[in-house]
């Protein structure tokens, strides 16, 4: 998928800090490129299972030109509280690079 294009989508500005049931604006240049914002947890591998994996889809609202306004779940079982890698992938499917934040 990253051949594609030449350049993925970028995170400029993201708080690290993100509280539950919350809004947050995720800053990009390529906002009206988006398709979906996935939060994904960081991995605990024991005899080959991974008993803390999670992707977590993330509803958005696009604030033209240059941002997204995240709805962050109100719900623990869905995102356990913890880190996890932020990711945008634009409508080609060629995702940003990640970006580590802190659920709380």
Do not use: C
Request: proline residues 10%.
């Amino acid at each position: 998928y990253l051949f594609k294009k030449n350049a993925r989508p970028l995170i400029q500005n993201v708080p690290e800090e993100i509280k539950y049931n919350s809004k947050i604006a995720i800053q990009t240049p390529q906002a009206t490129q988006i398709k979906w914002i996935n939060l994904i947890r960081a991995g605990l591998t024991t005899h080959s299972f991974n008993g803390t994996q999670r992707l977590v889809d993330v509803p958005f609202t696009l604030v033209p030109p240059n941002t997204l306004n995240a709805d962050i779940s109100g719900e623990p079982n869905v995102a356990p509280p913890g880190w996890y890698m932020l990711f945008l992938t634009d409508h080609d499917g060629v995702p940003s690079m990640g970006h580590w934040i802190h659920l709380s």
